[in-house]
């Protein structure tokens, strides 16, 4: 019982005519899933944050993000309480090289500056842990949305993290 392929092709589409839009979302599914996520595996050599030279100012970014975040619509007057999981650190660069063996040897690269001290070739800004945001317009769910957007764009936390509560007026 020899088919042909046109009859053989109709049948197959008429099968998966019902589960295209399945098959699709699944098939997007898959692809996301093997995009890279950008190596947070690696950690360059970390020093404690009191000797950063540029240090992040915690009150200063909530102000600076509660005047911002005052300017959205229905929102009103804002105010904003940050958490973050540590300090600011430095970041030193580190050498590495190989032997013919495949042994490896590591060498800290080290800059110094004026004061005759080491300078860190990168500072890094702590994470953030939570966001609060209390406003009189926090209770309508428009604004809510609006906000937390606002604060994941600037802070980089998912909306798990950020709770809009209704203020005073």
């Known amino acids: 019982m020899k088919e042909k392929w046109p009859e053989l092709a109709r049948k197959w589409k008429g099968a998966l005519g019902n589960y295209q839009m ?8 898959a692809a996301l899933l093997l995009l890279p996520t950008g190596g947070e595996g690696r950690t360059p050599e970390e020093e404690p944050a009191g000797q950063a030279q540029e240090e992040f100012e915690l009150e200063a970014f909530e102000e600076k993000l509660a005047r911002a ?18 300090g600011s650190r430095r970041v030193l660069a580190r050498d590495e090289e190989r032997d013919g063996e495949g042994g490896t040897s590591s060498t800290v ?20 842990r939570g966001a609060l945001v209390v406003c009189p317009g926090g209770g309508e769910a428009q604004v809510k949305l609006e906000l937390v957007r606002a604060v994941s764009a600037l802070t980089g936390l998912g909306s798990d993290a950020i709770t809009v509560c209704r203020g005073k007026s």
């Open 69 to 86: 975040l005052s300017q959205v619509e229905g929102a009103g007057e804002v105010r904003v309480v940050l958490t973050l999981e540590g």
């Open 22 to 29: 399945a098959l699709l979302v699944l098939a997007a599914g």
């Open 109 to 128: 690269v080290t800059v110094e500056g004026d004061g005759g001290g080491v300078v860190p070739l990168q500072t890094v800004a702590p994470r953030f």
